[in-house]
């Protein structure tokens, strides 16, 4: 290698290890101050001078009024499974009759959609909120499944291009033996997609995952059994509570993380190939 390249080499990598750190460092704090044997923030020390697993321990299995971790884990879960469902159905059809079917307004719905998904969710909220309590729907986890599947479909563009490298041949070869649409659809064309499947169906789930904003709009009842992880451990940020459930907030960040990232270290290959596959054609 020359020593030009030599030099800019050093310099990316200086520079990407910076950024990592960067990255990194919060995180990590947040880790080591979970297990931390006080209650409160300490800032005057990166790690804690006492070890222990009792923020754990309490956000678990102590729940009391204002730490109610349990019902918001349940909560956001079955929000998050149901959206999952939903969506990736919505997603999967979607993009399915966008890239194998041939109908009248066909290109213009895609750009449609397509311009659709450039202006921000949160546009819409106000919107969103007064529709769903015109149908008394709000503060109710039915409107929040149905605020995260509503538009689903919009978000088709990858999955689309991962059917567009499916051969055309299998589909006709399918239609020859007179299967139809549908029959093609879910015996066909689904068993050749599981990346795709993999990589919608993470997308899915994670959006009620980790969503707030809409979250606490719809969720404003004040209720706290009602709420999800977000808006609780949010709720738990106030400052007359940071000296008592500081520690035990960072808890609850490190165990929402955790299946998260489960699922993506089971599922890493097919998220992968999902997004590469819907990446070669659009």
Not at 171 to 193: H, N
Not at 196 to 217: E, H, M, N, Q, R
Request: with cysteine; glycine share 8%.
């Amino acid at each position: 290698m020359s020593k030009k390249k030599v030099i800019s080499s050093v310099l990316i990598h200086v520079v990407l290890t910076l950024l990592a750190v960067i990255w990194i460092t919060p995180i990590i704090w947040l880790i080591v101050t979970s297990f931390s044997g006080y209650d409160g923030m300490n800032t005057s020390r990166f790690f804690p001078e006492t070890w222990s697993i009792s923020n754990y321990t309490r956000i678990l299995f102590h729940p009391d009024t204002v730490s109610q971790f349990p019902k918001w884990f349940m909560n956001t879960f079955i929000i998050a499974i149901f959206t999952c469902l939903i969506s990736t159905s919505f997603v999967l059809m979607v993009s399915y009759a966008m890239s194998c079917m041939r109908f009248k307004g066909r290109k213009a719905l895609m750009n449609l959609a397509v311009m659709l998904q450039l202006f921000p969710g949160f546009l819409s909220m106000i919107a969103i909120y007064f529709i769903l309590k015109a149908v008394n729907l709000t503060n109710s986890h039915i409107g929040m499944i149905l605020v995260y599947s509503g538009g689903a479909g919009l978000g088709y563009l990858v999955a689309k291009g991962f059917f567009d490298t499916i051969p055309t041949s299998l589909r006709e070869a399918a239609y020859l033996e007179g299967a139809s649409e549908a029959r093609t659809f879910f015996t066909i064309v689904l068993p050749l997609s599981k990346p795709i499947i993999v990589y919608t169906v993470i997308s899915s789930f994670l959006t009620p995952w980790t969503d707030f904003v809409f979250a606490k709009i719809i969720l404003n009842s004040g209720i706290s059994t009602d709420w999800t992880v977000a808006i609780g451990l949010y709720n738990m940020l106030q400052r007359q509570l940071l000296p008592s459930y500081f520690s035990r907030f960072c808890a609850g960040g490190v165990l929402i993380g955790i299946p998260i990232g489960i699922l993506f270290v089971i599922m890493q290959k097919f998220y992968v190939e999902g997004i590469t596959g819907g990446s070669v054609k659009g």
